[in-house]
T-cell receptor, first 110, second 113 residues
């Protein structure tokens, strides 16, 4: 069974304090790993798709990396507006369904 | 237009009511999705429509009835819901049927009394 585990569940940082969120996964042949950001009361917003180990993608203060077992979302010099829940999801080859992790609730204090 | 629009934003209904949730996208996307999300939990897939045909039903109770009248519209008809069905209902769309990138609406916050 495909599984996604995110850690930590919650993370509180000071503005400017860089850190990383972890997404560990087991999947029967990875088609893609996705990162989404979700603000309270809103739908998730797409951030990145990673397809193969060694791949990296960046957007502003965020950088996502992928290995054969896990993905990291690195946040460099975060700002309060980066506060959100970050969701990781995987899609197996041949499957249409995404399997989501439980998310990491990130709070950036000014 | 890069938005998925959901109406209403909030809905309160009794267990004997019939109501409908609506979702619209004008991005030419060929797949549309309904997800259910409880507080502090990830979204759970309910239904997928590909090219206006139901392709996935995740064993959802029959009190939830999806409908895709055309390629831009997706409805979720609700009847005889239970209080445990209270949740945020999210609609999403994707350009193809391979889930490359989901565009989510802001959701309908549903309360069943």
């Amino acid at each position: 069974e495909d599984q996604v585990t995110q850690s930590p569940e919650a993370l509180r940082l000071q503005e400017g304090e860089s850190s990383s969120l972890n997404c560990s996964y087991t999947v029967s042949g990875l088609r893609g790993l996705f990162w989404y950001r979700q603000d309270p009361g809103k739908g998730p917003e797409f951030l990145f798709t990673l397809y193969s180990a060694g791949e990296e993608k960046e957007k502003e203060r965020l950088k996502a990396t992928l290995t054969k077992k896990e993905s990291f979302l690195h946040i460099t010099a975060p700002k309060p507006e980066d506060s959100a829940t970050y969701l990781c999801a995987v899609q197996a080859r041949g499957a249409q369904k995404l399997v989501f992790g439980q998310g990491t609730r990130l709070t950036i204090n000014p | 237009d890069t938005e998925v629009t959901q109406t209403p934003k909030h809905l309160v209904m009794g267990m004997t009511n019939k109501k409908s949730l609506k979702c619209e996208q004008h991005m030419g996307h060929r797949a549309m999705y309904w997800y259910k999300q409880k507080a502090k939990k990830p979204p759970e897939l309910m239904f997928v429509y590909s090219y206006e045909k139901l392709s996935i039903n995740e064993s959802v109770p029959s009190r939830f009835s999806p409908e895709c009248p055309n390629s831009s519209l997706l409805n979720l008809h609700l009847h005889a819901l239970q209080p445990e069905d209270s949740a945020l209902y999210l609609c999403a769309s994707s350009p193809g049927t391979s889930n490359e990138k989901l565009f989510f609406g802001s959701g309908t916050q549903l309360s069943v009394l």
